[in-house]
């Protein structure tokens, strides 16, 4: 995917460009963008114990990296949950287009990296 053309010279916002404005709070979750290209967007979702990241959705594949040890509960729509139990630099990859909801299961907080692939 690196391979692909990223292009983090050329930002449409965060890094060198302007500040991304697209976020969200609610009762138990963050989420932002921290940066994105035409091909990339890499964004923050910080769980907290118990937290849920509504349902969303996702056209292409994406991949979740884990800055912490966490245990999260993946409901893809139509589908039986998935346990997600990633320590931290472990990655899930996502294969889109998805609709899915988070649920933070553990006891601590789960902060996660989303890199969304856009081709």
Not at 71 to 97: C, F, I, M, Y
Request: glycine share 10%.
């Amino acid at each position: 995917e690196v391979e692909g053309g990223i292009d983090p010279e050329h930002p449409e916002c965060g890094l060198a460009a302007a500040e991304c404005r697209d976020g969200e709070f609610g009762d138990g979750f963050t989420s932002s963008t921290l940066f994105e290209t035409p091909k990339i967007k890499v964004g923050r979702v910080d769980l907290d114990p118990n937290g849920v990241l509504p349902k969303h959705t996702h056209i292409q594949s994406h991949v979740l990296v884990a800055l912490a040890d966490m245990r999260l509960s993946d409901q893809e729509t139509g589908k039986d949950a998935e346990n997600l139990q990633l320590k931290v630099g472990e990655v899930a990859w996502h294969e889109g287009p998805e609709e899915h909801m988070l649920t933070n299961v553990g006891d601590k907080a789960a902060p996660i990296i989303v890199v969304e692939f856009k081709e």
